[in-house]
């Protein structure tokens, strides 16, 4: 399991109530047409987003569950047999570069299976540190 995804209409609000909650909060960004943000409460990881990335495909509500993300090594063999709702698209950002796809699941939901391509980058450190 990589994350769940929840759509919020605001960012701002859904981030001050997990931080609230003990969650750390990361890699907040602008992100297709939208923003985002990692919530890391325990050993879930929730990413927030205020705009799907399939959103123009598939009719959803202004807020709530959206979909769980799985990995996979092989992006094109998980696809087969599945209706897919929208991509194969390969996707930029903090978590590194990613090949995605969202089929149709029971319970009129989606799943994302995510094939990582290029890891994330390392943190940055200020000049003269060592990483």
Excluded at 13 to 34: I, L, P, Q, T
Excluded at 38 to 62: C, S
Excluded at 83 to 107: C, D, K, M, N, Q
Aim: glycine share 8%; hydrophobic share 45%; charged share 25%.
């Amino acid at each position: 399991m990589a994350n769940l995804a929840v759509k919020v209409a605001d960012l701002d609000a859904a981030v001050s109530f997990y931080e609230a909650a003990g969650a750390e909060v990361r890699d907040r960004m602008h992100w297709n047409n939208g923003e985002r943000a990692e919530v890391f409460l325990g050993p879930v990881m929730i990413t927030l987003f205020t705009r799907a990335i399939y959103e123009d495909t598939v009719e959803l509500p202004v807020e709530g569950f959206l979909h769980p993300a799985l990995f996979t090594d092989d992006l094109d063999s998980e696809l087969e047999g599945h209706e897919v709702l929208w991509g194969p698209t390969v996707v930029e950002g903090a978590f590194g570069r990613r090949r995605i796809a969202f089929v149709s699941a029971p319970g009129n939901i989606r799943l994302e299976f995510m094939e990582q391509l290029e890891p994330p980058a390392p943190p940055s450190t200020p000049e003269g540190g060592s990483a």
